[in-house]
């Protein structure tokens, strides 16, 4: 072959290989009721030891599916506590043996809402009526996957940034002089309400995802009755306004240490608060967010081990932090066009997550948790020697959360 020609098929591969990797997106969209159809135990609080009462309000899962032409991942957020990684890759192999989607492309992420039945998230034991509640969600969950990616349509896609005060910092100073769950209006909490707002080519609202640091814990132990917490009652007032058709995904961000102002308890005109500003603020700023078509879909996934320690006794400063099995945190990073979903299997205190958006090299980027698998509490290195609840229950030594923002950062830049 002549060196031109050579030449001239080489650019034109180069330019192939470039359009396709910046095809727009399009998208699929379904959602489902999860509600149990028995009394089943819930999960959330240890004191609970009968089972639930009734259903106050209705739980959900939702799936998002994202498609280049040659990259498609899924993403579904379900109205639980959470999945242990053995759930998640069960789910994820589920799926793709459904859809095609590959397992690493799938981002299974839970609520984390205390109202919602156990699911064995943190290896107990079932009663009959979870086993069958946990095989139901599972049929469901993969049945909107394969909703979702079998109508896929042109988007356009936009973001939006509110703000949600109903959340606090729950590391309060008690009279002894230590830590423990409270309400600490010094300490940090990012009350960023991130929105991303997705329509039809015509303008047609078809999803709102929202993202908002703070814990399902507005109700309580003595709650019997199921809920979605403020996640499930945010989507719930937000479908109410905006009508049924638009599917609502909403997730937590970095809110390891971060509470709403109401509850734990089972007042619900208190819980319902918490999902209703948040929904109202959401409701508020998205006539405001401008939508366009974007390009490209990209996943990476890694897997960290790192030192585990070993349950602390009580919640006071420790003396010493014995070591434990090392412990498997997993990172996830989605990027769709000029928006990041940094997923992190864990509950990450909030000042970790607001490094990571702070620092990311993508203004889009978001930060979900209980995301592809349980790794429980991600502490700051600053709250060990202050002790407190959740550096008494996390299964890590200092450290961990400096190299999960480390790697996620490199992810997303790459």
């Given amino acids: ?19 396709t990797q910046a095809q727009e997106v399009k998208m699929g969209f379904a959602r489902v009721n999860i509600n149990p159809e028995e009394p089943v135990m819930m999960s959330g609080y240890a004191a609970r030891e009968t089972p639930s009462t009734g259903i106050h309000d209705s739980l959900y899962a939702a799936a998002i599916c994202f498609s280049d032409g040659t990259t498609e ?8 506590i959470g999945f242990s990684s053995k759930q998640a890759d069960k789910l994820s192999r589920m799926i793709m043996e459904n859809t095609g989607i590959p397992a690493g492309n799938i981002l299974i992420t839970a609520t984390h809402t205390h109202g919602a039945p156990s699911v064995r998230t943190y290896g107990e034991e079932l009663t009959e009526a979870n086993t069958r509640y946990v095989a139901f969600l599972e049929k469901q969950l993969v049945d909107i996957a394969e909703r979702a990616s079998g109508d896929l349509r042109a988007v356009r896609i936009g973001k939006g940034k509110g703000s949600c005060h109903m959340n606090i910092n729950r590391r309060a100073r008690f009279a002894d002089g230590s830590v423990w769950l409270g309400r600490n209006q010094q300490g940090p909490c990012d009350h960023d309400v991130d929105v991303l707002k997705i329509e039809s080519m015509d303008g047609a609202l078809l999803s709102v995802f929202v993202n908002w640091a703070c814990h399902g814990t507005a109700n309580g132990q003595d709650n019997y009755r199921i809920t979605g917490d403020w996640p499930g009652l945010a ?11 638009p599917v609502v995904a909403v997730t937590a961000g970095a809110s390891g240490d971060i509470n709403p102002i109401y509850g734990p308890n089972d007042n619900f005109m208190e819980i319902k608060a918490v999902g209703h500003n948040v929904a109202q603020e959401v409701l508020e700023i998205l006539p405001e967010i401008e939508t366009k078509p974007v390009e490209g879909v990209s996943v990476k996934r890694e897997t960290l081990l790192l030192p585990g320690k070993k349950r602390l006794e009580n919640r006071q400063p420790p003396e010493q932090l014995e070591p434990a099995d090392d ?5 996830t990073v989605l990027k769709v066009g000029g928006f990041v979903f940094a997923g992190i299997s864990g509950e990450v205190m909030t000042e970790i997550g607001m490094q990571i958006k702070e620092q990311s090299t993508v203004p889009g980027t978001m930060v979900v948790t209980h995301c592809n698998g349980s790794s429980g509490y991600i502490c700051t290195d600053a709250a060990f020697p202050e002790g407190g609840y959740e550096v008494m229950a996390t299964r890590l030594m200092p450290g961990a959360g400096g190299k999960i923002i480390m790697n996620l ?4 830049e790459e």
């Fill in 1 to 19: 072959m002549h060196i031109k020609d050579f030449l001239s098929l080489l650019i034109i591969g180069l330019f192939s290989i470039q359009t």
């Fill in 327 to 331: 412990v498997e945190v997993r990172l």
């Fill in 409 to 412: 950062l490199t992810m997303i």
């Fill in 73 to 80: 991942a899924l993403m579904i957020t379900c109205d639980v």
């Fill in 235 to 245: 989507a719930m007032y937000m479908n109410e306004e905006l009508g049924k058709e």
